[in-house]
T-cell receptor, first 114, second 112 residues
Framework: AQSVAQPEDQVNVAEGNPLTVKCTYS??????LFWYVQYPNRGLQFLLK??????LVKGSYGFEAEFNKSQTSFHLKKPSALVSDSALYFC????????????FGKGTMLLVSP | NAGVTQTPKFRVLKTGQSMTLLCAQD?????MYWYRQDPGMGLRLIHY???????AKGEVPDGYNVSRLKKQNFLLGLESAAPSQTSVYFC???????????FGPGTRLTVL
């Protein structure tokens, strides 16, 4: 069975500092990995995905994520945080098998202080 | 393009009442999904569809039924609502199974 863990319920960072939101996963085969962001009272918005290829994936709003197969991790990063980045972030994974669906983590609240 | 829309946005039901949530997408996507979001539990898949006329169970299907009679619409039904079904419900669609999902704005349902 596939699973994803986001070990931090909340991450606090000052504006202008780099941020990291952690994600680890478990799948039987090769993973497809995603990051989504949710602003208050809104639906989820896609940020980036890893299917295959380069381990460093660049996405929307200056975010990037690094796929690390040996550590089964897919941490979300941004070099310089903005107050407007404050939101709930979800990591998601699915296996590359035909019948697999997306499994979401429990989410990490990112709070960026001015 | 409106993307993914959901109706209604809010609803309050009494235990035992029934209702249908409507999801519509105008992106010609084959795949559609219904999730529920509860505090501290992330999103959990209720049912999904891989094309018009098809449906399949997700992680938490009990107490829900779905139908996909038209490609652009995916309906979620609650036949006899229970307080445990109080949640925020999100619909999503994607062009391909491995593609990113596009989410609707959500329906906040309270069952008293």
């Amino acid at each position: 069975a596939q699973s994803v863990a986001q070990p931090e319920d909340q991450v606090n960072v000052a504006e202008g500092n780099p941020l990291t939101v952690k994600c680890t996963y478990s799948v039987s085969g090769n993973p497809y990995l995603f990051w989504y962001v949710q602003y208050p009272n809104r639906g989820l918005q896609f940020l980036l995905k890893y299917i295959t290829g380069d381990n460093l994936v660049k996405g929307s709003y200056g975010f990037e994520a690094e796929f690390n197969k040996s550590q089964t991790s897919f941490h979300l990063k941004k070099p310089s945080a903005l107050v407007s980045d404050s939101a709930l972030y979800f990591c998601a994974v699915r296996e590359d098998s035909g019948y697999s669906t997306l499994t979401f983590g429990k989410g990490t609240m990112l709070l960026v202080s001015p | 393009n409106a993307g993914v829309t959901q109706t209604p946005k809010f609803r309050v039901l009494k235990t035992g009442q029934s209702m249908t949530l409507l999801c519509a997408q105008d992106m010609n996507h084959e795949y559609m999904y219904w999730y529920r979001q509860d505090p501290g539990m992330g999103l959990r898949l209720i049912h999904y569809s891989v094309g018009e006329g098809t449906t399949a169970k997700g992680e938490v299907p009990d107490g829900y039924n779905v139908s996909r009679l038209k490609k652009q619409n995916f309906l979620l039904g609650l036949e006899s609502a229970a307080p445990s079904q109080t949640s925020v419900y999100f619909c999503a669609s994607s062009y391909a199974r491995m593609g990113e999902q596009f989410f609707g704005p959500g329906t906040r349902l309270t069952v008293l």
